[in-house]
């Protein structure tokens, strides 16, 4: 995956989280969040990184995507590409739609996980669903290059996605599948 591209894909999503309006965080979170926010913007990432993980750690899912694309881009913190799928599945289990495309491109090259262009197709579906305009541009382009039986398949796991409620559990449950 070209690097320039993920990181376009970052500030992207800082961008539209800024334009959400949080209300099941106390006052003092999503000021601590928004401050997050602007450290980042002023490239300040060790402030911006530190802030996020302190929100993700209390359940901020927010949060927790920021942290994933951190530790995948390597702002502010180590890289570390398999702790920022992590964080970034577990923002994705609580339907975060920007987190999910993320997850998605992590699968797509391979970066910190297995490399599955099915997963990575079911998950530009799903984000597309919870939506994520980027999910749905990048599910036109993937969908283009699966075969039809592949294509197929990443559109039931999408929909075992919307059923299961844990984007983890059903990653696991096809990887264990596959690696039978």
Known sequence: MNKNLFIIAAVAFF???LSMVAFSFTARDNVVYFMAIEAFKRKDYKNAFREFLTLAEKGDQRA????????VNGLGVDTNEKVGAAWLSNAAD??????????????AEGTGVPQSKVMAQALYIYSAE???????????RLA???PPADAARAERIARQFSQSGSVTDVIDRHIKKRNE
Not at 64 to 71: F, I, Q
Not at 131 to 140: L, M, P, Q
């Open 130 to 140: 919870l939506g994520s305009e980027a999910g749905r541009v990048f599910k036109g």
């Open 94 to 107: 609580n339907k975060d739609a920007e987190a999910t495309h993320s997850l998605g491109e992590l699968y």
């Open 15 to 17: 961008a539209i989280v």
């Open 64 to 71: 927790a995507g920021a942290v994933g694309l951190m530790y």
């Open 144 to 146: 283009a290059e699966l």
